[in-house]
């Protein structure tokens, strides 16, 4: 018999662990809140097709299991662009310091195309047929041996074993489970922060990238002013242009329009009057997005309780589990920690079953290996 199972959420986590079962001969179902998928990755392409990044950008090489499991999909990188004169500015009403970017040991990459071009793959590997898009679920109720996923619409989907990917908060503010979760776990979610819920970042598309011709890297660093950090943003053939960064948290109180105007106002303040002939202003406030940010009870530390070991286990019998970079024991909140946690959640529900297996018993979980 087969058994089903349904992963929430088609970001990195889900998608990857959609993936890996996938090569165990493993099918999975897909629900999806938003109308896109990827979640906190979101590559937006610009008036002249640059490809500008609203969600997830950077990652290194000591990020070796995305590194991998990049190169498992084909998938190129390339090095951040940080060469020249860098602007530092602290206070509003001195002008800018400018210093030259020492070479890092350190250095950062990006996907060629776009961080999307890893979600697009990834859905390819995994079929978009198994992907439903528009399901927000809202509770979970176990019922003798089936796990019952209830929407918005208060259609009722059932499952065998269930997968969250959601950030652990976002889970506990808005789904309902039956029986509840215990208390002292619900607690953890609640205070587990969700990397980068209410950053707004924006991208500037130009048709030239004035700056390098000027000696300058593209980077910005500011205490003062709209822009708290910048970079350069060119896409990995050198053809289309971008410079690329975030904005304060005081900028969601601006209308779209006057943030344009306040960010290319401030670019000219760096970089001069070429900084006006830009071709394409673009912006996201994550604080806007219900299906990332949450609100928090009391003030949480970045990556306050990432992979706290409640996630580290399966409730109601192993039929229900938490996956999501938050639930990662190393780097909790980065593309790196949602590959982890894909890997080993689906090696603990691997493992789980082949032992049920082994003790001649039916595999509680569901999986049929
Ligand atoms: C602005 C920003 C910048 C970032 N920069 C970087 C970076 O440079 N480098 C880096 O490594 N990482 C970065 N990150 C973090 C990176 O994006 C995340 O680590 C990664 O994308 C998380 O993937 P995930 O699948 O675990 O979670 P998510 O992408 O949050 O996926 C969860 C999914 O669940 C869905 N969902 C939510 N509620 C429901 C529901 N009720 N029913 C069904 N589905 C639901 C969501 O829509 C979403 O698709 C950044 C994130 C942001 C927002």
């Given at each position: 018999?087969?058994?089903?199972?349904?992963?929430l959420?088609?970001?990195?986590?889900?998608l990857?662990?959609?993936?890996?079962?996938?090569?165990?001969?493993?099918?999975?179902?897909?629900?999806?809140?938003?109308?896109?998928?990827?979640?906190?990755?979101e590559?937006?392409?610009?008036?002249?097709?640059?490809?500008?990044?609203?969600?997830?950008?950077?990652?290194?090489?000591?990020?070796?299991?995305?590194?991998?499991?990049?190169?498992?999909?084909?998938?190129?990188?390339?090095?951040?662009?940080?060469?020249g004169?860098?602007?530092?500015?602290?206070?509003?009403?001195?002008?800018?310091?400018?210093?030259?970017?020492?070479?890092?040991?350190?250095?950062?990459?990006?996907?060629?195309?776009?961080s999307?071009q890893?979600?697009?793959?990834?859905?390819?590997?995994?079929?978009?047929?198994?992907?439903?898009?528009?399901q927000?679920?809202?509770k979970?109720?176990?019922?003798?041996d089936?796990?019952?996923?209830?929407?918005?619409?208060?259609?009722?989907?059932?499952?065998?074993?269930?997968?969250?990917?959601?950030?652990?908060?976002?889970?506990?503010?808005?789904?309902?489970?039956?029986?509840?979760?215990?208390?002292?776990?619900l607690?953890?979610?609640?205070?587990?922060?969700?990397?980068?819920?209410?950053?707004?970042?924006f991208?500037?598309?130009y048709?030239t990238?004035?700056?390098?011709?000027?000696?300058?890297a593209?980077?910005?660093?500011?205490?003062?002013?709209?822009?708290?950090e910048?970079?350069?943003?060119?896409?990995?053939?050198?053809?289309?242009?971008?410079?690329?960064?975030?904005?304060?948290?005081?900028?969601?109180?601006?209308?779209?329009?006057?943030?344009?105007?306040?960010?290319?106002?401030?670019l000219v303040?760096?970089?001069?009057?070429?900084?006006?002939?830009h071709?394409?202003?673009?912006?996201?406030?994550?604080?806007?997005?219900?299906?990332?940010?949450s609100?928090s009870?009391?003030?949480?530390?970045?990556?306050?309780?990432?992979?706290?070991?409640v996630?580290?286990?399966?409730?109601w019998?192993?039929?229900?589990?938490?996956?999501?970079?938050?639930?990662?024991?190393?780097?909790?909140?980065?593309?790196?920690?949602?590959?982890?946690?894909?890997?080993?959640?689906?090696?603990?529900?691997?493992?789980?079953?082949?032992?049920?297996?082994?003790?001649?018993?039916?595999?509680?979980?569901?999986?049929?290996?």
């Amino acid at each position: 018999m087969n058994k089903k199972i349904i992963i929430l959420g088609a970001g990195l986590t889900g998608l990857s662990i959609a993936y890996l079962l996938k090569k165990n001969g493993i099918r999975t179902q897909i629900l999806e809140a938003r109308n896109r998928i990827g979640g906190r990755i979101e590559t937006i392409k610009g008036n002249q097709d640059t490809p500008i990044e609203m969600g997830a950008t950077w990652l290194g090489e000591k990020h070796k299991t995305l590194v991998n499991f990049l190169n498992e999909l084909g998938i190129e990188k390339f090095k951040q662009y940080n060469h020249g004169i860098a602007f530092f500015e602290t206070m509003s009403f001195a002008p800018p310091q400018e210093f030259l970017i020492p070479e890092s040991t350190e250095p950062s990459f990006r996907i060629k195309g776009g961080s999307s071009q890893l979600i697009e793959k990834l859905v390819s590997e995994v079929v978009l047929e198994n992907i439903t898009l528009n399901q927000v679920i809202i509770k979970i109720e176990k019922q003798d041996d089936h796990v019952h996923l209830i929407n918005r619409k208060n259609e009722s989907i059932s499952a065998d074993l269930v997968i969250s990917t959601l950030p652990p908060k976002l889970f506990a503010k808005t789904i309902s489970c039956t029986p509840s979760l215990p208390q002292g776990v619900l607690n953890i979610f609640n205070t587990t922060q969700t990397w980068m819920e209410n950053s707004i970042k924006f991208g500037v598309e130009y048709s030239t990238p004035f700056w390098k011709k000027n000696g300058q890297a593209g980077s910005v660093f500011s205490q003062s002013s709209i822009i708290p950090e910048m970079y350069d943003h060119t896409n990995f053939e050198e053809n289309k242009f971008a410079l690329k960064g975030f904005l304060n948290g005081s900028a969601s109180q601006y209308s779209k329009q006057e943030r344009e105007e306040k960010v290319i106002a401030t670019l000219v303040k760096f970089f001069g009057k070429e900084a006006e002939n830009h071709i394409g202003y673009f912006d996201n406030n994550w604080e806007n997005e219900r299906f990332t940010f949450s609100p928090s009870d009391t003030f949480l530390f970045g990556h306050q309780n990432n992979g706290h070991h409640v996630y580290q286990n399966g409730y109601w019998e192993n039929q229900l589990w938490f996956a999501g970079t938050e639930t990662s024991m190393n780097y909790g909140g980065y593309m790196e920690g949602a590959i982890q946690s894909a890997q080993n959640t689906v090696h603990r529900i691997l493992q789980l079953s082949q032992v049920k297996s082994s003790q001649g018993l039916t595999p509680k979980s569901g999986l049929d290996l």
